[in-house]
């Protein structure tokens, strides 16, 4: 089982910058394929990145590619989710994830273990 607590969100004007940050606790991080999602007010939980075991692969959601950059620390058991060029609608409270089994997925049900979220708001 892994812990996982999210920190860095903010409110930021359009065009703006945050770094967020998941720390985890528990069993070998580098064991987990990680993915941050997001949730905006009414809508559904949304995929926006993930990163392989080692950091070998990445991948986005359209909507956040070129903007966002996905990484990850193993020695510090810790991934980030750099956001670049912020714009209103990527508002929302962000959340990582940690899948135990891999490959990269962008399914929801896929990763078993949750932060609480950290809430990002950008106005414009």
């Known amino acids: 089982q892994v812990q996982l607590v999210e920190s860095g969100g903010g409110s930021v004007q359009a065009g703006g910058s945050l770094r967020l940050s998941c720390a985890a606790s528990?069993?070998?991080?580098?064991?987990?394929?990680m993915g941050w999602f997001r949730q905006a007010p009414g809508k559904e939980r949304q995929f926006v990145a993930a990163?392989?075991?080692?950091?070998?692969?990445?991948y986005y959601a359209d909507s956040v590619k070129g903007r966002f950059t996905i990484s990850r620390d193993n020695a510090k058991n810790t991934v980030y989710l750099q956001m670049n060029n912020l714009k209103p609608e990527d508002t929302a409270v962000y959340y990582c994830?940690?899948?135990?089994?891999?490959?990269?997925?962008?399914?929801?049900?896929?990763?078993?273990?949750w932060g609480q979220g950290t809430q990002v708001t950008v106005s414009s």
């Open positions: 528990g069993r070998t991080f580098s064991s987990y394929v």
């Open positions: 990163i392989s075991w080692f950091g070998g692969s990445t």
């Open positions: 994830a940690a899948d135990p089994r891999g490959p990269i997925t962008t399914m929801t049900n896929d990763y078993d273990y």
